[in-house]
């Protein structure tokens, strides 16, 4: 199983983002939650947004109304639209999937993970 975290990069406040986690050699792709964690330095990793089986998904409250999360379950892939980035965005990005795909996803304990793509947001 690899999932592959891509679209991070350098970014300007205010600017815009989309990242993408392709994910190769999941059975039943539609089964899986998805989630991006993010990880600053110095700070813990925390879980950014999710997405269930249902189409069911939760973001952390400094990112609502910015980040959109979504999946194409065709393409084995799942984005994160990151708009209006702000300096505190900054951070490596993880994205991870589990077969634990209809249950409340921000608390799921995701099996598999990506590398990561460094997002900075900097003037």
């Known amino acids: 199983v690899q999932l592959q975290a891509s679209g991070g990069g350098f970014v300007q406040p205010g600017g815009s983002l989309r990242l993408s986690c392709v994910a190769d050699g999941l059975q039943h792709y539609d089964y899986y939650a998805i989630a991006w964690y993010r990880q600053a330095p110095g700070k813990e990793r925390e879980v950014v947004s999710c997405i269930n089986n249902a189409d069911a998904t939760h973001y952390i409250d400094s990112v609502k109304g910015r980040f959109t999360i979504s999946r194409v379950n065709a393409r084995n892939t799942v984005y994160l639209q990151m708009n209006s980035l702000k300096t505190d965005d900054t951070a490596v990005y993880y994205c991870?999937?589990?077969?634990?795909?209809?249950?409340?996803?921000?608390?799921?304990?995701?099996?598999?993970w990506g590398q990561g793509t460094q997002v900075t947001v900097s003037s």
């Open positions: 991870a999937a589990d077969r634990a795909g209809g249950s409340y996803c921000p608390f799921i304990p995701y099996e598999h």
